[in-house]
């Protein structure tokens, strides 16, 4: 009798523990609260506290919170790249208390691979990397912290961000990319892999499965890219860097976002049109990585960069109608107010 009774109790058991096994992401494109150079005027008011207030009742029920800091974190000097065409070149400084907003917002992972990373040299990356220690947020992407490891819920996740960047782990070096993905892959439950790659603009919305250039710089294959990465072991995949939506994947039942657009872009961004559309795309796994479901939260910017509430679900719409149009073939299923579900 008590044989009989333990196979019951086991697999309550087993049924009570089921759902604890999964995470929820909550990802984010570009975020670049203010920036103090050239002059303070790109600031936010009072001093960028109320940026990210409407995102915090959605990014305090997740367990991950990703984004793309798109920019250094430095308040003293700091070598500043020389632009030759100021209309396409920034610089982009973001003070080192800004830190606070991001951990307010709950923000706990971020990617330090991007085009802007480096905009004052060798002393605005190892300030930025110094800060985000400092304050607790798990980051990847520099060339000297090219991955890291955390556990949450007990589940021990790798992450892993690249670009095609001065200073930035090399998004079109394959072999090493391998190598990294699958080293992760051997010592933790999930692994995050996030690229700042694609052309930028409008005109760039579409996936074209093929290299693209963005100013003569290679900015990798996007298409391609997701699934080497998640034959190497990936299961969640997180693209920035169009600066503008693109669509959603599945691929071996791991999630691929190709562009998650702008976020947070104060003060000197286009966020016009679909650049100012500012997808927070919800993302359920379970303990292997595979995906269960999502929902593509619809803000937008408004002023001059602050993320606000849509209730027209204008990053969704776009979102379903891209993933319609360029992989039909995909797996996924979006829904005009941003449900994301399995065929």
């Known amino acids: 009798m008590r044989r009989l009774w333990v196979l019951p109790w086991l697999l309550w058991a087993q049924a009570q523990q089921a759902p604890g096994r999964t995470l ?6 570009d975020i670049m609260l203010g920036s103090s150079y050239p002059n303070p005027s790109y600031l936010p008011p009072n001093d960028g506290a109320d940026l990210l207030e409407q995102v915090k009742p959605l990014t305090q ?5 990703f984004g793309n800091l798109e920019g250094c974190l430095l308040t003293g000097e700091g070598p500043a790249k020389k632009c030759s065409d100021p209309k396409i070149c920034f610089a982009f400084k973001m003070p080192e208390h800004y830190v606070k907003h991001l951990k307010d917002a709950h923000f706990n992972l971020l990617s330090t691979a991007n085009n802007h990373v ?3 040299g060798e002393v605005g990356r190892r300030n930025t990397a110094q800060v985000l220690q400092k304050a607790g947020i798990h980051f990847a992407g520099l060339q000297e912290y090219p ?3 955390f556990t949450v819920k007990n589940i021990k996740v790798g992450f892993v ?3 095609p960047n001065p200073g930035t782990v090399n998004m079109n070096d394959y072999p090493k990319l391998r190598q990294i993905i699958k080293h992760l892959d051997t010592t933790c439950d999930v692994v995050i892999f996030s690229f700042h790659g694609g052309a930028e603009g409008p005109a760039y919305q579409h996936i074209t499965r093929k290299t693209e250039y963005f100013l003569g710089e290679n900015r990798g294959n996007p298409y391609e890219l997701a699934r080497m990465a998640i034959d190497a072991g990936a299961d969640v995949v997180l693209g920035h860097g169009p600066h503008v939506p693109r669509a959603v994947d599945l691929y071996k039942g791991k999630f691929i976002a190709y562009s998650l657009g702008n976020f947070a872009t104060y003060g000197q ?3 016009s049109g679909p650049n100012g559309l ?9 303990e292997r990585g595979n995906f269960i479901r999502g929902k593509v939260h619809s803000f937008k910017q408004i002023g001059r960069g602050k993320p606000v509430v849509d209730p027209s679900h204008g990053a969704a719409r776009l979102i379903a109608a891209l993933t319609q149009q360029d992989i039909p073939e995909s797996p996924l299923r979006v829904d005009e107010e941003g449900n994301i579900s399995i065929k």
Do not use: L
């Open 147 to 149: 991955y890291t490891t």
């Open 61 to 65: 029920k997740a367990d991950i919170v």
């Open 161 to 163: 961000a690249v670009a």
């Open 24 to 29: 929820t992401i909550i990802a984010v494109g």
């Open 118 to 120: 480096g905009d004052f």
């Open 278 to 286: 500012a997808p927070a795309v919800e993302v359920v796994v379970d």
């Open 269 to 271: 961004f286009n966020i």
